[in-house]
């Protein structure tokens, strides 16, 4: 039953898109076309890219509801130019309004925006600086910044630090080097602040995984204490990746921003 559904779901068209940033450097990314005016951009996390596997089942649920997805990697990661930077939230934010300008260009409107774990805070500093976004979704992302630091790199990370002005971390293939000064802008950044500004009219989801090992669900319930006008909603056993709960996932981000989208009066296309 469920191969003859998915037959009957037309192939939706990905279009390849190239947007340059404030700095000039070109990034990547891929339209889901369903020719809907509005547009629900995806932004990935941590050393990810927009391939990675919650923004491909994401984009994918969203498409099926008529719904035009960009997914893009933000400058120094995946394909986009640009170097990679540590502690870059602002510089995502900027990439992210790039993006929006690129599509309010092209008369298109970017009706909701997506991040998950990094991604989450990118998308809710822009929502607390641009306010020109009027459904927004947070998927795990981190509240208090000094949570996970010493797991990540050592009890003793701020003496190496201090002492070599960088830090090194290798985990799986990923090998990158932190400076102090990234280290630092890291540590000093406080989501609380510009959670608190984000407009009472932008309706916020935050989904979190109660067993997420990496920020831990703590972090959600602070979200739900800050930001004005916000709903949680904790799915039960998922981990940060939503390795066995992409469903309940998509599930619960695709009925919020249609809910949200009839309450602006925009019907996607079906």
């Known amino acids: 039953m469920?191969?003859?559904?998915s037959a009957q779901i037309p192939v939706i068209e990905q279009q390849r898109v190239?947007?340059?940033?404030?700095?000039g450097e070109k990034?990547?990314?891929l339209l889901h076309e369903t020719e809907s005016k509005e547009?629900?951009?995806?932004?990935?996390?941590?050393?990810?890219s927009k391939d990675y596997r919650i923004m491909v089942s994401?984009?994918?649920?969203?498409?099926k509801e008529g719904i035009s997805v960009f997914r893009f990697d933000f400058s120094g990661n995946g394909e986009s130019e640009g170097s990679f930077e540590y502690s870059s939230y602002h510089r995502g934010a900027d990439d992210l309004h790039a993006v929006i300008r690129h599509f309010s260009g092209e008369n298109r409107a970017v009706s909701a925006i997506l991040g998950h774990s990094k991604g989450g805070d990118v998308v809710l500093l822009y929502a607390s600086k641009y306010r020109d976004i009027r459904i927004v979704v947070n998927v795990s992302g981190r509240c208090d910044m000094k949570r996970g630091l010493a797991e990540r790199f050592g009890e003793d990370f701020m003496e190496k630090v201090k002492k070599d002005g960088y830090i090194d971390f290798k985990t799986g293939a990923f090998e990158f080097r932190?400076?102090?000064?990234?280290?630092?802008d890291h540590l000093n950044m406080n989501m609380r602040e510009p959670c608190r500004n984000i407009d009472r009219e932008c309706r916020v989801l935050t989904v979190h995984g109660s067993a997420d090992d990496l920020v831990p669900v703590e972090d959600a319930s602070e979200f739900d204490e800050i930001i004005p006008n916000h709903r949680l909603q904790i799915i039960e056993g998922a981990d940060h990746g939503y390795t066995a709960h992409q469903t309940e996932l998509a599930s619960a981000v695709v009925?919020?921003?249609?809910?949200?989208?009839?309450?602006?009066n925009v019907a996607p296309n079906r």
């Open 2 to 5: 469920a191969d003859s559904l």
């Open 18 to 23: 190239i947007i340059p940033n404030k700095h």
């Open 27 to 29: 990034l990547v990314g």
């Open 39 to 48: 547009i629900v951009v995806l932004c990935h996390g941590f050393r990810s």
């Open 58 to 63: 994401l984009a994918a649920a969203l498409e």
């Open 178 to 184: 932190v400076t102090e000064e990234e280290l630092m």
């Open 255 to 264: 009925k919020f921003i249609k809910s949200a989208l009839e309450e602006d």
